[in-house]
Nanobody
Framework: QVQVVESGGGLVQAGGSLRLSCAAS????????VGWYRQSPGEQRELVAT???????NYADSVKGRFTISRDNAKKPVYLQMNTLQPEDTAVYYC??????????????WGQGTQVTVSS
């Protein structure tokens, strides 16, 4: 079983910054992709940023130039640095981790989410 835990959410004023962290634990052989998604009330969950195992990032157009996904190495948490936050960034942010378990089965795990609220 793979567990994913996010942290770092909170309340910030417009123009401010937050950094989210995501840690995966369990019997993990390899992580092939990580990503951040968000969901606002009444809206569908949407992609924010993803990173493949080769380190190549992908961003939603709405966050390009403001958000940065990063990961020090395969054993470290995944971060989402969010700068110049706007009220429309308010949402629950979820971390997704995909990979291979020690028993060679693939996994696709989600965290419980962390609330980000940006006040105007």
């Amino acid at each position: 079983q793979v567990q994913v835990v996010e942290s770092g959410g909170g309340l910030v004023q417009a123009g401010g910054s937050l950094r989210l962290s995501c840690a995966a634990s369990g019997s993990i052989r390899a992580i092939t992709a990580v990503g951040w998604y968000r969901q606002s009330p009444g809206e569908q969950r949407e992609l924010v940023a993803t990173m493949r195992s080769d380190g190549s990032p992908n961003y939603a157009d709405s966050v390009k130039g403001r958000f940065t996904i990063s990961r020090d190495n395969a054993k470290k948490p995944v971060y989402l640095q969010m700068n110049t936050l706007q009220p429309e960034d308010t949402a629950v942010y979820y971390c997704n981790v995909q990979g291979v378990r020690s028993d060679y089965r693939t996994f696709d795990s989600w965290g419980q989410g962390t609330q980000v609220t940006v006040s105007s």
